[in-house]
């Protein structure tokens, strides 16, 4: 019997291949609970008073953290069980909001893909897009991990 939901090995993710997760959508709680969890204990997060008088910004707006670790999550479900070795390095961007009730999912395309100097394992580059329900960029990162070969 097949076991669903295990990650994708090093063969499986050749230079070019693309792929999106699921969508979640970021609620009000993920956002109290993620700044009280990290002591992100700004009023740009925290102050909904400072919020509704804020000419810049209309809602409750979720910490790039937060949708970063949001996009690892769907992410590690979807490619990572079993085979996801290391995570070794990124480069970040925060392109845009993300605000309670918008829904986010990751469109990933493979940047870069080699088999490491150990046997059995390659390393892989990404260029992940957390992207909005209304298709904007809300961040962007590249991470390199390691990830198993199937051999």
Do not use: W
């Not at 740009?44 to 810049?56: G, R």
């Not at 909001?97 to 059995?120: N, Q």
Request: with cysteine.
């Amino acid at each position: 019997m097949d076991i669903v939901g295990l990650g994708l090995f090093f063969e499986d993710l050749p230079l070019g291949r693309k792929f999106q997760t699921i969508g979640r959508t970021v609620t009000e709680a993920d956002i109290v609970n993620f700044i009280n969890a990290t002591g992100m204990q700004e009023v740009l997060f925290m102050n909904t008073e400072y919020l509704a008088k804020s000419e810049d910004i209309k809602g409750r707006v979720a910490p790039g953290a937060l949708v970063y670790s949001f996009a690892e999550g769907l992410l590690v479900q979807a490619t990572m069980q079993h085979t996801g070795l290391a995570f070794l390095h990124m480069e970040l961007n925060v392109r845009g909001p993300v605000f309670a009730g918008d829904t986010v999912h990751v469109e990933c395309e493979v940047i870069e893909s080699r088999l490491s100097s150990k046997a059995g394992r390659g390393l892989v580059r990404t260029r992940n897009m957390v992207t909005k329900q209304d298709g904007t960029v809300a961040v962007e990162y590249t991470p390199l991990r390691l990830v198993k070969c199937r051999d």
